[in-house]
């Protein structure tokens, strides 16, 4: 564009201060709701959060790709996108999560989220170009990403995110939900590969109760409160000794009974899986109704490690047999359980733990040689800023955001 001459750029003087009187009566009238809320907004820097921060610098490439570096294929997963995507509005970091919804978009579900789910599995493929290597899509991400872009729109006032939100949801209750005879509607961890004839296969870790009732106010006509119920009863049915089991099946027998078993890839092992399942229930509100007896199935991990001093790699759910032991992220998910139950003289041992290997992944001899661990890291990052007060959830499922205090836009109902 060519600069404009003297003559062009001048205005004459009263039209000058008609335009100035115009911007000061402007300026000085209240804005609307939605408009005020775009500029208070604009003022309301993301909120302090260190680990954030590192997290950003370690993981999320400037498209908003989230990278886990510890595999050949250097690979991306719809759950590290929706993760963080949940820890961006912890953050109050706008710019990111939009960054990482718009990548997730692109990349995962072909641009096009009316016609496929995002495909869980991202990176360098066989032939040396990169690409979704895995099409089937994973139901806990699915909910994560949902979960994530509702209270996004509420908080940050942005309805577009609500669309996005609801047109995911629908496809989730159209492809990721079963009935299993005799039990109930239940999750199914992805649309492809998980049933057979009177065989269902379900992931108990994929079943936070917090998401689980933000879906169910945002569909209440959907099957969410019903899955809700039947988490708890399938934590019950399928952790006997209290060990929740990474995968479980379910199985009608020829007179048509059916009961939970161990899974017919996994078997009945607890591990990477499972210690999310701890996590979830410590997290959830205490007044949730199903708070409580989740807690009570779920007292095994904290037994074994008030025995060994910290959570085992390991566990078959059922004969209670550990072996291994896990890293410093075991130790973090279980942080918000032991809270929960009152077992705070394992809270400062396993807290130290978790700091110090933290901070010890993070030094710069430690982060010259090799990315910091992406599991322990997001398990971690779930756990302290919950911990510290960040975030916490209402019965609704509805998130608290300790940076809502101080930004006077967060739409809070």
Known sequence: MKNATVGQSLLPVRALRRGLAGLLLALAAPLAPGVAAAATAATCAPSAWSRWDDFKQHFVQADGRVLDASTPRRHSSSEGQSYGMFFALVAN????FDRMWRWTVNNLAGSDISQRLPAWFWGLRDDGTWGVIDTNSASDADLWFVYALLEAARVWNQPAYANDARTLLTLIEKSEVAEFTGFGTMLLPGPQGFTQPNQWRANPSYLPMPVLRRLEKASPQGPWGRIADNTLRLVQQSS?????PDWVAYNVDKDGVGSFGPDPDKGSVGSYDAIRTYLWAGITPPSDPLAKPML?????LAKSTAQDGVPPEKVDVRTGRT???GPFGFSAALLPYLQASGQKNLIESQLGRVRFAWNLSLAPTQVAQRQPPYYDYVLSMFSTAWL????????????QLEWEKSCPHAVTR
Do not use: E, H, K
């Not at 006997?240 to 929740?244: F, K």
């Open 388 to 399: 510290d007060g960040r975030y916490r959830f209402r019965q609704t499922g509805q998130i």
């Open 296 to 300: 009570q199935a779920l007292g095994g």
């Open 323 to 325: 072996s291994g032991r």
């Open 240 to 244: 006997p000794l209290g060990y929740a």
């Open 93 to 96: 970091d706008r710019d990111t």
